[in-house]
């Protein structure tokens, strides 16, 4: 929509997709482009499909309609060998965390290592210790994710997430159930990943203080029109929108009542 | 009013001209005995009326209760076209009333409850039937295609997760399966027992319990007691992975939960059933072998020849084949229910019974076409 970009430095790109779970449309002719290093927001009110629009953006869910492009390629009509290569450049940091409950932390983050890489056992082993020091969590390689709280599993679910190094790194809701100063840390810790490796991240958050601190970019759902109101950097939108339900979201309901 | 010790809410209607003033006495509360539903329309089916006021001077307590009954009021003075004044009214309880209204009910929020025509019932019924059985063939595929990525080496799953499934399908299955077979191999005996004495032939005891303990029992009681404990086991595992997403991180890992954790589970109930049957068939011949010594006071030797010469080596392995045959049936059903399960707890009981049911469907079903197999092979 409002982004300006040119294909060159167009990482992802979701081209008229409509989303539905059997004849019950979810959102319709979503279409925009997440450019590469981009912190890039989707917001929404709750039950709009954001979380839907990630399953659909990692292939967990497959498009009604229109197509998903990582790059020149076309993810929606990929082979699945093509689809996996897509998916090894990605890391995904589901809500609950959602490590593997039967395998201890340092297991949970060389799991993938293991599978796509050749490194030796013991490499694999330091590397897994690293990536855990990287999110704070140093020297609980060996704890079970049952045994430590609900934001370290979090960003135990980072470390596993940026295993491989990732060019995408996907977030639903990292900020859910945690406190405002883990949820601004972990905030800190996304912006400061992306820096350093570089990596573009897609964040669905409905999280205000989140949305202002991080993203240079976004998309707007709206749950009763059923597609996107808006796109663009959120503190522009802010300061130059002129839709009632954006402007009503991104201030908590103060705009309505002016 | 009534001396009682708990004073009860009233209600009373004083009517000026077109006006009803409606009296709250007392405490309007919830487990309170309120006037009866059908009272709502009592005060406005005098012709007549046009205004409804409130008198709440009297009125002691209230709590959501008072607002439940006003709502209904209200919703009965609305449908006599009454013009109602809420001034009377307690400031919280109007407050309150103004919430209750203030987003009006949406079109399609509420689920539809209307009664189904028979035919649109059996519709819906034939569709998730088909569904369900083209979501059956799906899976069956897909983990034929991961047991064939296993034959080429290629497929990913842990080596320690198989060991020790291995290890709970296996060892720690043991002392139910002893109790079980033993108790099967009992009752037989005793029940050929009783017959067989009728012509003197309590030596057939060990015949009966041989031949059907190694043909059939050892293999279906061991199916039958590892689809409760197994079975179950893995629907709840896969059930409530599913629930935590943490299939999905598998799935966008690029690993596919077909390989790395269903695959296994079939290979250990593969390898363990047949040796689990091999100890039912045992154990079930013991229990024979204690009625007759016991009780028919055959001899043990007697007896053991009895059975060797009853079993033949087709037997015993038509029984451990088709022990392999259920353990991979049984893996099949719990895990399929396991990732079909929805994402919440009740999903995870519910996926863990369908898999109890799906695999003793699956078995018995099994168990009748190798009957017939075996009969047109002469096995």
């Known amino acids: ?50 979380s839907t629009l990630l399953r659909h953006l990692v292939g967990l869910n497959d498009p009604a309609r229109g197509e998903i492009w990582y790059g020149d390629d076309n993810f929606t009509r990929a082979d699945p060998k093509l689809r996996e290569q897509i998916l090894r450049r990605c890391g995904v940091m589901y809500q609950s965390g959602a490590l593997w409950s039967s395998m201890t932390l340092a297991e949970n983050v ?12 013991h490499d694999i082993r330091q590397v897994a210790s690293l990536k855990l020091a990287l999110v704070g969590l140093k020297g609980f390689e060996d704890y079970y994710p049952s045994e430590i709280s609900g934001g370290m599993q979090k960003r135990a679910a980072l470390a596993r997430a940026m295993a491989l190094d990732p060019e995408v790194l996907f977030f639903d809701e990292p900020s859910a159930g945690l406190d405002p100063i883990s949820s601004y840390l972990l905030d800190r810790l996304i912006l400061e990943l992306r820096d350093s490796l570089g990596a573009t991240v897609v964040v669905v958050t409905h999280e205000l203080a989140s949305i202002f601190n991080i993203a240079n970019n976004s998309v707007f759902l709206d749950a009763e029109t059923r597609t996107m109101i808006a796109g663009g950097d959120p503190k522009e939108l802010l300061a130059h929108s002129d839709n009632p339900k954006v402007l009503e979201f991104l201030t908590r309901g103060a705009e309505k009542k002016r | 009013m009534t001396v009682s010790r708990r004073p009860h809410p009233e209600l009373s209607a004083a009517r000026h001209d077109s006006q009803v003033r409606l009296r709250f006495v007392g405490p309007w509360t919830l487990g309170a005995s309120m006037p009866a539903a059908h009272t709502y329309e009592l005060p406005f089916t005098t012709d007549g009326i046009a205004h409804v006021s409130f008198d709440t001077s009297k009125l002691t307590e209230w709590d959501t209760g008072f607002i439940t009954y006003l709502v209904e009021l209200l919703a009965a003075a609305g449908r006599h076209h009454l013009d109602v004044d809420r001034g009377g009214l307690p400031q919280g309880v109007q407050r309150l009333l103004a919430l209750v209204e203030a987003v009006p009910e949406k079109a399609d929020a509420r689920h539809d409850a209307g009664r189904v025509g028979m035919f649109t019932a059996i519709g819906r019924r034939v569709i998730d039937s088909a569904d369900s059985a083209r979501a059956v063939l799906g899976f069956i595929g897909e983990a034929t295609l991961a047991f064939g990525k296993l034959l080429a080496f290629r497929a990913r799953y842990r080596t320690s997760d198989l060991l020790l499934l291995v290890q709970q399908a296996g060892a720690e299955a043991l002392p139910i399966v002893t109790l079980i077979s033993f108790l ?3 009752i037989l005996a005793f029940v050929g027992a009783v017959q067989l004495q009728q012509f003197g032939a309590t030596i057939y005891v060990a015949n009966l319990v041989g031949i059907a303990t190694v043909r059939e029992m050892g293999a279906m009681m061991t199916a039958i007691v590892m689809a409760g404990r197994t079975g179950a086991a893995y629907a709840a595992q896969l059930g409530s992975m599913k629930a935590t997403q943490e299939l999905d991180a598998l799935t966008t890992m690029g690993i596919s939960p077909l390989e790395f954790l269903v695959l296994p589970r079939m290979i250990a109930l593969f390898l363990m059933m047949p040796l689990l049957c091999l100890y039912s068939d045992l154990l079930g011949i013991l229990g024979g072998a204690t009625v007759s010594v016991g009780l028919l006071g055959l001899s043990p030797i007697r007896y053991y020849q009895q059975t060797v010469s009853a079993i033949s080596l087709g037997d015993l392995v038509g029984g451990v084949f088709k022990a392999s045959v259920y353990g991979v049936l049984i893996a099949l059903a719990g895990c399929l229910r396991g990732i079909q399960a929805g994402k919440s707890s009740a999903a995870v009981g ?6 109890v049911v799906t695999s003793i469907v699956w078995i018995i079903t099994a168990c009748g076409i190798f009957a017939v197999l075996f009969y047109l092979l002469g096995i």
Do not use: W
């Open chain 2, 184 to 186: 099967v191999g009992l």
């Open chain 2, 350 to 355: 519910e996926a863990t019974t369908s898999a």
């Open chain 1, 1 to 50: 929509m409002a982004t300006s970009t040119t294909d060159s430095d167009a990482h992802i790109r979701v081209d008229q997709l409509t989303m539905a779970y059997g004849n019950f449309v979810l959102q319709r002719d979503l279409d925009f482009t997440i450019r590469r290093a981009d912190v890039f927001v989707v917001m929404g009110g709750s039950g709009c499909g954001k």
């Open chain 1, 110 to 121: 060389a799991l993938p290592l293991g599978e796509f890489t050749d490194l030796k056992p």
